[in-house]
Nanobody, 123 residues
Framework: QVQLVESGGGLVEAGGSLKLSCAASGRTASPYARGWFRQAPGKEREFVAVVSWSGGTRSYADSVKGRFTISRDNAKNTVYLQMNSLIPEDTAVYYC????????????????WGQGTQVTVSA
């Protein structure tokens, strides 16, 4: 089993920045991709970003490309999401997830999920 714990969410004004963190614990020895998803009220959970085990390959949703950066520190079993130039449409609960099946953008391909952290961007 793997446990994921997110932190770093909060309330920020439009144009501001936040950095989310997600620490993994448990059986994390195998190579795995780490992803971020988000879910706004009344909407489906959507892909935000994913990073490969080595950190060398990253993929982003078009809506966040150029504003968000995903990174990871395997020594700390932690993945980060740096969010800049935030807009109200970024308001959602952000979830980190772990996949042992490569770089994926669909939630069903992920094996473990965190509890989520709320990000609210005011206009």
């Amino acid at each position: 089993q793997v446990q994921l714990v997110e932190s770093g969410g909060g309330l920020v004004e439009a144009g501001g920045s936040l950095k989310l963190s997600c620490a993994a614990s448990g059986r994390t020895a195998s190579p795995y991709a780490r992803g971020w998803f988000r879910q706004a009220p009344g909407k489906e959970r959507e892909f935000v970003a994913v990073v490969s085990w080595s950190g060398g390959t990253r993929s982003y949703a078009d809506s966040v490309k150029g504003r968000f950066t995903i990174s990871r520190d395997n020594a700390k079993n932690t993945v980060y999401l740096q969010m800049n130039s935030l807009i109200p449409e970024d308001t959602a609960v952000y979830y980190c997830a772990l996949s042992r099946r490569g770089l994926n953008t669909t939630p069903r391909e992920y094996d473990y999920w965190g509890q989520g952290t709320q990000v609210t961007v005011s206009a």
